[in-house]
Nanobody, 125 residues
Framework: QLQLVESGGGLVQPGGSLRLSCAAS????????IGWFRQAPGKEREGVSC????????HYIDSVKGRFTVSRDNAKNTVYLQMNSLKPEDTAVYYC??????????????????WGKGTLVTVSS
């Protein structure tokens, strides 16, 4: 059984920080390129980032560059999304998915297409 489970969402004030986790089971996360996606209220789902297992580089969409950082803990089979300087427009359900790729400023999932169920991030004062 291949599964991705997101956690760490919650309510945070504008300018605050939050770290999301994406834990994998049934497969080794390091074997896949892991993406973060989000769906804001009333909006379509948007790719946020893609962490490539080889050579280990990460792509981010322009709106989160300099604020969001993806990392991976292979021992825990978990990928993280550190979100800093959060803005109200970052409010969304955040998903992790695999495998991913980014091209032309757009991140997407292809092939095997594994998705978690999402975790809600609300940025509000």
């Amino acid at each position: 059984q291949l599964q991705l489970v997101e956690s760490g969402g919650g309510l945070v004030q504008p300018g605050g920080s939050l770290r999301l986790s994406c834990a994998a089971s049934g497969f080794t996360l390091d074997d896949y390129d892991i993406g973060w996606f989000r769906q804001a209220p009333g909006k379509e789902r948007e790719g946020v980032s893609c962490l490539h297992s080889s050579p280990g580089s990460t792509h981010y969409i322009d709106s989160v560059k300099g604020r969001f950082t993806v990392s991976r803990d292979n021992a825990k089979n978990t990928v993280y999304l550190q979100m800093n300087s959060l803005k109200p427009e970052d409010t969304a359900v955040y998903y992790c998915a695999a495998p991913c790729a980014c091209a032309g400023g757009v991140c997407y999932v292809y092939g095997e297409d594994y998705w978690g169920k999402g975790t809600l991030v609300t940025v509000s004062s």
